[in-house]
């Protein structure tokens, strides 16, 4: 109805134009009313509140129309474009601080706005850029400043800011790139600001404002929609730097969050930035299970744990999930199990302690990064060691299902198996299974992804007394514990139905290739049981 042919005259469009804008002006103060200040309360209130924004929202409609209409050059025309871009910025503010914010109405309103926003920008080129940024970035903080949108799910207005922001920046790329950096660099300052709010208002130390760790996560969403390594190199560094030296190096919920924003980064795919987010990853996950047996077991923030046992395996299996290059799936193959060997040799060697739940939150990025893994295909000698010695500690923590549903053999054995390690090595064959049965689904998963692991006799020897040295009595590595060694030698006798004597048979070893023989057999049938009690005719030979 605004302009064009048969359009209202230019009088009515000015009078609808400032019914309109005085709509909107009007939103600040009707806002700022506090609830107790009203004469409706319960139904009445909410009705007259949606009433208003439902006004507001259409007058939101009105104004975008009409000053799409005005003649570009005009200066009339320019100055009405900043006014109007003042008016909905302050509206969006007040909808951000209005304890009204959650009602659907509030959003959708909020929503508009920023649609509106969005057009009017782009609609004149990059002429309005430098008037829309300057004020955007204080929108920006001011809606991740609200202690609702630190969930697992932000809402709508954190939402509608991170889909402004992009737009905005996506536009603004070929336009103004200058103006672009300094606007993502302004918001990333955020994440760099040192604990000055410490004192504040009595506050303790490890208090992390809501609105950090929601720039923290504007900033990731910023990357993964953006997808531009530019943007990336940009932000990156800034998370490192805060993870490795500034506040977010001390166990927190702020380091949580930049841990996971990392690990969202190296989802994206570019080399440089994959890179140094998986290096600052496993090191984290290895330091933080180093820490385990370093200090006594109430001692350790709460995060601390969190971090080991939740945000870093979730974060290694998002990466596992979405890496897409074959290049990069391949290192990262290699590093993952580069560092089960590594965290593998760390729990052992700490006395009294299983390894298990160390190992296990693992196990799921290793089996997603393995599944278009080719085990029949050549694989390089340093590849093989690293599967070795990861069934090496599935088997050794019990980490692998149980082999079959009967009771280890009867007959009688001259050490009592009464220590922790048996039994262990008893529920690893027999079960029942003792840890998260999404361990058990990962070992099966990666047993369906793993090459031979006996390629030649003199390579089995080999690596037969490297294995060894880790669990034999006497050796300098190992944990001295012959009982454990007797234990696991007595489960897999059972397992293959006593066709190798106790005394002959390796002990770690043996029940690696048992464990790994049976899964893929059954994985190429499609049948992988709980309790697999697969024929041993085939393995005995081997061993």
């Not at 074959?326 to 302690?353: I, M, N, P, Q, W």
Request: with cysteine; glycine share 6%; aromatic share 6%.
């Amino acid at each position: 109805m605004l302009g064009g042919e048969g359009g209202l005259e230019a009088n009515k469009v000015a009078k609808v134009r400032n019914a309109a804008a005085w709509q909107v002006r009007s939103l600040t103060d009707f806002l700022k009313i506090r609830k107790r200040d009203w004469k409706e309360q319960g139904a009445q209130l909410r009705v007259r509140i949606n009433t208003k924004l439902s006004c507001c929202q259409a007058a939101v409609v009105v104004l975008v129309r009409s000053v799409s209409v005005l003649d570009a050059d005009s200066k009339a025309s320019k100055d009405m474009l900043q006014q109007t871009l003042a008016w909905f910025i302050e509206a969006t503010k007040s909808c951000i601080l209005s304890s009204w914010r959650k009602l659907k109405i509030c959003e959708e309103l909020f929503c508009t706005l920023l649609n509106g926003i969005s057009q009017i920008t782009v609609s004149r080129g990059g002429q309005l850029l430098p008037v829309l940024l300057i004020p955007l970035k204080p929108l920006v903080v001011s809606t991740c400043s609200q202690a609702d949108m630190t969930g697992c799910s932000p809402g709508a207005l954190f939402e509608a800011v991170v889909k402004l922001s992009c737009e905005i920046i996506e536009f603004g790329w070929t336009k103004d790139r200058a103006l672009v950096d300094t606007f993502i660099m302004r918001l990333a300052a955020y994440v760099r600001e040192r604990n000055d709010y410490e004192e504040e208002d009595g506050k303790g130390k490890d208090t992390v404002p809501v609105m950090r760790l929601n720039v923290v996560r504007l900033l990731a969403e910023l990357c993964v929609c953006l997808k531009r390594w530019e943007v990336v190199d940009m932000i990156l560094p800034l998370f490192i730097e805060h993870l490795e030296e500034g506040d977010a190096s001390a166990p927190s919920l702020l380091r949580l969050k930049s841990l996971d924003a990392i690990s969202r980064v190296a989802c994206l795919g570019f080399e440089k930035s994959y890179r140094e987010s998986i290096v600052l990853m496993t090191r984290s996950y290895l330091d933080k299970v180093k820490a385990v047996g370093a200090a006594e077991n109430n001692t350790l923030p709460s995060e601390a744990t969190a971090e080991r046992t939740e945000t870093l395996p979730a974060g290694f299996l998002l990466v596992a999930s979405n890496l897409t290059s074959t290049k990069l799936r391949s290192d990262y193959r290699h590093r993952l199990l580069s560092l089960c060997s590594d965290v593998g040799l760390a729990a052992e060697s700490k006395s009294g302690r299983s390894g298990a739940d160390l190992m296990g939150p693992l196990l799921p990025a290793v089996a997603e990064i393995c599944s278009d893994f080719d085990p029949v295909s050549s694989v390089e000698p340093s590849l093989l060691k690293l599967f070795r010695n990861l069934w090496f500690y599935i088997v050794l923590f019990g980490l692998a299902p149980p082999i079959q549903n009967n009771q280890a053999s009867t007959k009688p054995v001259s050490t009592p198996l009464n220590t922790g390690e048996s039994c262990v090595a008893l529920q690893a064959v027999a079960g029942p299974y003792m840890w998260n049965s999404q361990w058990s689904v990962a070992v099966q998963r990666i047993a369906q992804g793993s090459p031979p692991l006996v390629v030649s006799s003199v390579k089995w020897l080999e690596d037969e007394l490297e294995l060894n040295a880790l669990h034999n009595p006497g050796s300098r590595r190992g944990n001295g514990d012959e009982k454990a060694a007797v234990g696991q030698r007595t489960a897999l006798s059972a397992a293959l139905g006593g066709r190798v004597e106790v005394a002959a048979m390796s002990t770690i070893s043996g029940q690696c290739l048992f464990s790994v023989e049976c899964f893929t057999a059954y994985a190429a049938s499609c049948l992988i049981p709980e309790n697999v009690n697969c024929p041993p005719s085939n393995i005995t030979k081997k061993l």
